[in-house]
């Protein structure tokens, strides 16, 4: 069966730190991959998306940018923090078949002092 | 532009019963998917149910069932028998055939579940 690992859960990092979040997909092959960020629990921005190793989409100009090194892993990360990047990151992959539903980690809550 | 409504900011409904979450959605597309998804406490987002534009029957799944009016773009979610683990964000989202499967949420809908 297929799982997808999110870390690390919670993190708290200064202004103007770096950032690396990591998510893998254990059981399946060339899926397409996603990052999302939530703020004060409501809904959720699409912030890239991957449908292969190297091919990123961004959807929002922001302080972040992601990668994926791998077929099943996709890194987000930034630079520099700032304070509005605080909230509670969701990674989520799918099936690159036609339309099938997404599957999402357990999130990383970031707090940015 | 592409977006979703969720109307309802907060809903209670009592232990038992039924209740309709609503859901509406701008798109010039005809081919798409509907889902719903449930984030308890734990902020894990589970998908609750699914729906292809093309199908005209409305998907079920257990407890739960939605009111798919295409041309309306409605796409209601109604919990009958109401279980105090519902408790949770519901998130009305779609996605279209061919952008990268890139979901798009409403702002949610608080249910609370009351004994």
């Known amino acids: 069966s297929q799982t997808i690992h999110q870390w690390p859960a919670t993190l708290v990092q200064p202004v103007g730190s770096p950032l690396s979040l990591e998510c893998t997909v254990e059981g399946t092959s060339n899926p397409n991959l996603y990052w999302y960020r939530q703020a004060a629990g409501r809904g959720l921005q699409l912030l890239f998306y991957s449908v292969g190793i190297g091919q990123i989409s961004s959807e929002v100009p922001q302080n972040l940018s992601a990668s994926r090194p791998q077929d099943r892993q996709f890194i987000l990360s930034s630079k520099k923090l700032l304070l509005s990047d605080s909230g509670f990151y969701l990674c989520a992959w799918s099936p690159s078949t036609a339309h099938q539903p997404q599957h999402f980690g357990d999130g990383t809550r970031l707090s940015i002092l | 532009a592409q977006t979703v409504t969720q109307s309802q900011p907060e809903m209670s409904v009592q232990e038992a019963e039924t209740v309709t979450l609503s859901c509406t959605y701008d798109?010039?597309?005809?081919?798409?998917?509907l889902f719903w998804y449930k984030q308890p406490p734990s902020r894990q987002m589970i998908l609750v149910i699914r729906q292809e534009a093309y199908k005209q029957q409305n998907a079920t799944e257990n407890r739960f069932s939605v009111n798919f009016q295409k041309a309306a773009k409605s796409f209601s979610l109604k919990i009958s028998d109401s279980q105090l683990g519902d408790t949770a964000m519901y998130f009305c989202?779609?996605?279209?055939?061919?952008?990268?499967?890139?979901?798009?949420f409403g702002q949610g809908t608080e249910l609370s579940v009351k004994p």
């Open positions: 989202a779609f996605c279209f055939y061919n952008q990268g499967g890139k979901l798009i």
């Open positions: 798109t010039s597309e005809n081919n798409y998917y």
